[in-house]
């Protein structure tokens, strides 16, 4: 079967970082998502990676290893509104999107 | 670019009572959509692929005759809730493909969704 799995919730400090972690077991592979979702409101695209190796945009970055079926999505300089939950999600074999449960992150002051 | 609307917002309606909700691109043009549903504290349930012009793929478990689904133009997708019950009150969010006239053609942009509470 197909598997994504990455922790349900996180608490981390307001101007800290925080690694999100991301493990998948899938039928093919065509890239990894990460997504940040508001309470209440649509999910919104932050990354796409489909190669090995880090991606940085910002504050965020997303890390992927294809041969260990594992990506991280790093968020520095961490600010109160990054509170949210955070879906990874792999495009398999048929290009349908195979979504994780979600990591919710609580940011402290 | 890339913005995909969704209507309405939040509906409330009755036991016994079907609901329509649209889903539309409005800058680009989706020749596939996803409609999700998404229950309180859990992650996106894809319920139905649709392309334009043809039957909806629905997910196991998904009601076919419950939930119906028109792709019926390029822009457009709707998702109808026929003889809603309370247990169908959630979250819905549809999401469009691009037709492939980006460079990233498998990204999904995403509705605002469309809160259902049937009582």
């Known amino acids: 079967g197909q598997n994504i799995d990455q922790p349900t919730e996180m608490t981390a400090t307001e101007g800290a970082i925080v690694q999100i972690n991301c493990t998948y077991q899938?039928?093919?592979?065509?890239?990894l998502f990460w997504y940040q979702q508001h309470a209440g409101e649509a999910p919104t695209f932050l990354s796409y990676?489909?190669l090995d190796g880090l991606e940085e945009k910002g504050r965020f970055s997303s890390f992927l290893s294809r041969s260990k079926g594992y990506s991280y999505l790093l968020l520095k300089e961490l600010q109160m509104k990054d509170s949210a939950s955070y879906l990874c999600?792999?495009?398999?074999?048929?290009?349908?999107?195979?979504w994780g449960a979600g990591t919710k992150l609580i940011i402290k002051p | 670019g890339a913005v995909v609307s969704q209507h309405p917002s939040r509906v409330i309606c009755k036991s016994g009572t079907s609901v329509k909700i649209e889903c539309r691109s409005l800058?680009?043009?989706?020749?596939?959509m996803f409609w999700y549903r998404q229950f309180p504290k859990q992650s996106l349930m894809l319920m139905a692929t649709?392309?334009?012009?043809?039957?909806?793929?629905?997910e196991q478990g998904v009601e076919k005759d419950k939930f119906l689904i028109n792709h019926a133009s390029l822009t457009l997708s709707t998702l109808t809730v026929t003889s809603a019950h309370p247990e169908d009150s959630s979250f819905y969010i549809c999401?469009?493909?691009?037709?492939?006239?980006?460079?990233?053609?498998?990204?999904?942009?995403f509705g605002p969704g469309t809160r259902l509470t049937v009582t």
């Open positions: 649709s392309n334009e012009g043809s039957k909806a793929t629905y």
């Open positions: 999600a792999v495009l398999d074999s048929n290009y349908q999107l195979i």
């Open positions: 999401s469009a493909r691009d037709g492939g006239t980006s460079g990233f053609s498998y990204e999904q942009y």
């Open positions: 899938t039928s093919g592979f065509n890239g």
């Open positions: 990676n489909v």
């Open positions: 800058d680009f043009q989706a020749t596939t």
